[in-house]
RNA sequence: AGCGGGAUGGGAUAGCCAGGAGAUUCCGCCGGGCUCAUAACCCGGAGACCGGACGUUCAAAUCGUCCUCCCGCUACCA
């Protein structure tokens, strides 16, 4: 690895994936931007120079389909989330050095300049591809334009991505059976030019850049499949006129085409750091230090030598990211860096997810704690930091619950750092008046150095738990320390003694405000305060850990209160009362046998009911399906199918074989006999290779069969 | 199906990459101490044959092979 420990001479940025200007921010969403802040605070606290930034994402179909939705312009929609995300961040005490929007000129202009380079280099080629068309709009769907049949699995999709199936990424002109979400009328396929980034110009560099990227291990290996097989080249156009307009020249014909919406969105990285660099100064930051300088010249890398680029050591870029979008900032985002000229990111840190409870956040089912609901807790914004910082390794997913959190809150900041701190403090102000004129003991010195180092190995290991962890440890030791010299008998027998150990505890008490600031920003700060110390402990070095604290500092308040059960408990009904209500509908009516003992657990519920769809089908279309009764004789789980069970089904004039999505939901076993609804003239495809004649008709993500209420024999016809 | 990750005392987790006396921390349990401190803190104890089976080695939680179960990714869910 030709990277330098930190701090280095390089300046750094550190970024967090964009937050979609679409939708609220949970406590999900929050280890992302939680964790970026920590680690940007520790490089801070190292003494290097660090640039924290992010904006949000306003373009790409999800706006324009939500804007619509409630009929006012993108823009404005947009930016009122955006607003809203400028309220949230500084709530959790994330203090970007810059965020801002992926509108704004800046980002336009690089996006711009990025793609012209492209193309100027030849890495752009222009092909046809089936789009899906509104005849009656006469117009283009692209993205979640159009919902269909997914090609793979079968199951409903949106135009990009089968949501609710396989969450395969679908590209255009992919999906089957499409349909517009504009007028709700069948879309046909229309040939149609797009912009391709040619990809496999770069798979060599991307084979010696999955090797050096530092970070988390998940971003190493996950997109290994891809660069190691054959790269598909990227469609970065889309058919729409939310977004950025495509800078060169358009297709012949064509009037408007705007970015792929996931080619503007990363280099508002860079167009964040270009407008702190605006704001304060090249001298207080320099942008084009910190993503130019060093860069190889623009194009592709030399085949010869792929591993040019590794040499150049320069650039500190890390991106904090969730697991999901480990892809882009793997292989799409480095290859435009490194076809236009840019430093590719030293780092990517993936962080897994966060579960409620044992389970899956679901913005859909109001299954979520949203951060909103933290904020009116009114609980301090550190303790969820810590419990989210420490709470399991990065890449580990980690589990948030509120008695989870009073649990460790109470344990481990109450009990071990609060209180010790304020023990310690109490006592010197009581007795000393503040620091009692004694030196630090040798043994105290070396500890607070350990944990120095602790927090240095965090910070090169990429491990923010470790930047919560170690603060919490040396705590630990300060209570076994004063605990053992019991200072309070030794203040009238020995009051030598009794001054070192408390101006011990004084030492480690500063310490512990320097190392916990990235995590604990806000406690850090009342602590600092309570030290007497002036100035910020958020512009002091790590050094400070060994230097002497105020001889005088008044009496010094508890850091931390007990997070009491009562609070906990009416928390968790506020939540609880909310999922169920959300759930409510779904299991209401269970008329199956009895005896089933299926879990309940079945991931996904239907939630808050979706509107009726406006656009009304004529008779004449919906009689175009032929529903029939149909009779289970057999159903089996598909081998190494998360959810496909193979099913054959009696509808009277013959028996067809059906894959479905159940295997989760229902007892399989208790399936053969029943009675269900079959779509009986669906196109066949193939799911797992195995084939599905026609789809059985079932309500919710829990997948409740329909059934016939008295004796309709199979094949019968639906009405 | 492919790729990636995981399985460790009652619960939750660390250790594995660089193999070495039966293993970390938090919660819970049992006993003791202390009283400066937020019923907090400190000390001691019980409790796990480290998912299963082979193998490598003087030595395996740690390395290899196979198996079982869980989870993620497979081209916009943080």
Redesign the pocket.
Known sequence: MSHDDFPTDNPAVVTC?L??AN?SL?L??L??YVSGDTYARALDTLGQQTAFVCGS?M????VAVDAKKRDIDPEKFALKQHKKYLEWFPAFDIDFDYYGHTREETNAELTSEIVLELEERGHIFEDEIEVAWDPEASQPL???YVEGTCP?CGAKARG????EG??????PGEIKKPVSTITGNPAEYRSRTHKFFR?SDFQKYLQGFIDRVEGT??AR??????IM??????CIT?DMDWGIDYPDELPAGRDTLVL???VDAPVEYISATKQYSDRVGSEEFDWKAAWKDGAPEAGAPDEADPDAWAQTDSGEIIHV????????HT??WPSMLRAAGYNEPRAVM??????LDGD????SRNR?VWADDYVESGLHPDLYRYHIVT???F?????FSWD?LA??V???????L???????L??AE?NYGGTPDAGVSEAVAERIETAAEEFRAAIDDYRV?GLG?AP??LA?FG??Y???H????LTDDDPEAAAQVIRDCVQLSKALAVLMEPVLPGKAAELWAQLGESGSVHDVGLEAVHAAPPAEFGEPA?????LEDETVERLDEQLQARIEAADDGDDADDGEAAGTETDESG?DDAGDMEPVTDERVPFEEFKQLDLRVGEVLAAEPI????ELARLEVDIGVETRQIVAGIK?LHDLGELPGTRIVVVANLEKSEL??VESDGMLLAAGEDADLLTTQADAEPGTRVR
């Open positions: 994936g937050p979609y939708g949970h999900g969403h280890r992302t994402d373009h790409g179909t999800p692209p993205d979640r793979y990009d991505e089968c949501d396989c969450q395969r990424h679908l590209e990809l291990s998940n290996n996950q997109p290994r499949e891809w097989g054959e790269l598909e080249d990227w889309r792929y919406v996931w990211i969730g697991q999901d979008i480990i892809q882009h292989v799409f993936a962080c897994g997810f966060v579960n899956a956040f679901s913005t979520a709470g399991s390794e890449v580990a997913d980690v589990d989870g649990e460790r109470n344990s481990e900041l109450v009990g071990t609060g209180n010790f701190c304020y023990r310690s109490l006592f009581r738990r962890e919490v440890a630990r209570n076994e004063i605990q053992r019991e200072p309070w008998k508890e850091l931390f209160d007990q991931a081998d190494g199918a998360d989760q797992f290779g």
